[in-house]
């Protein structure tokens, strides 16, 4: 199965913009590129997916490589409601493959 | 519309025995999947159910098993339980079984003896 890479952690000041980057290298033409996060105690949420475009919603925008090999989820102005683990997956045919361990963001007042 | 239910939110339990949990997805989503979460693997995919059968299965031991009812509720089973066991176990529902966002619940936490 296709894997995804992300740091460990990243920190960021309030109010300032995140950028939290991720590497598929393997993925293949249909897998979609989904954005989870989990908040400490409680189950992921959903941020945000796409193919091949950008995507904006109302908490984030999805950057997305012309070659699929990389993409960036971007908060633009991180509050310290944002401070938990961001996940990274590829999806084929809607089947949620391995979240792995995420990156753990930290938001600093 | 209530979110994804799982009970019970914590159990305790010896090696050997076996444990059920339970899984009710958000009314009209036809697809469950479970997770196991621990600190030193992350997330990992147990398996899927839609329409009461199995679609996907990850790699895990068949000491774990699953299954859905035709309301979509869901159990997973663990039998002969291991120290390893040990772990946050999340449900996740949607309506179908393309690419569309997974609702979780808050997880069971099982806590093995």
């Known amino acids: 199965d296709a894997k995804t890479t992300q740091p460990n952690s990243m920190e960021s000041n309030e109010e300032e913009p995140v950028h939290l980057p991720c590497n598929h290298s393997?993925?293949?033409?249909?897998?979609?590129i989904h954005w989870y996060r989990q908040l400490p105690s409680q189950g992921p949420e959903y941020v945000i997916h796409?193919?091949?475009s950008n995507v904006n919603n109302r908490m984030a925008s999805l950057a997305i490589a012309e070659d699929r090999k990389s993409s960036t989820l971007i908060l633009h102005r991180a509050t310290l409601r944002d401070a938990a683990v961001y996940y990274c997956?590829?999806?084929?045919?809607?089947?949620?493959?391995?979240f792995g361990k995420g990156t753990s963001l930290l938001v600093t007042p | 519309k209530a979110g994804v239910t799982q009970t019970p939110r914590y159990l305790i339990k010896t090696r050997g025995q076996q444990v059920t949990l339970s899984c009710s997805p958000i009314?009209?989503?036809?697809?469950v999947s479970w997770y196991q979460q621990t600190p030193g693997q992350g997330l990992q995919f147990l398996f899927e159910?839609?329409?009461?059968?199995?679609?996907n299965k990850g790699n895990f031991p068949g000491r774990f098993s699953g299954r859905q009812f035709s309301n979509s509720r869901s159990e997973m089973n663990v039998s002969t339980l291991e120290l390893g066991d040990s772990a946050l176990y999340l449900c996740?529902?949607?309506?179908?079984?393309?690419?569309?966002?997974?609702?979780f619940g808050s997880g069971t936490q099982l806590s093995v003896l």
């Open positions: 393997t993925i293949s033409g249909t897998d979609y």
């Open positions: 997956i590829l999806t084929y045919s809607g089947y949620a493959l391995n």
């Open positions: 796409g193919l091949t």
């Open positions: 996740a529902s949607k309506v179908q079984s393309t690419n569309e966002k997974l609702f």
């Open positions: 009314s009209g989503h036809r697809s």
């Open positions: 159910y839609f329409s009461e059968t199995q679609r």
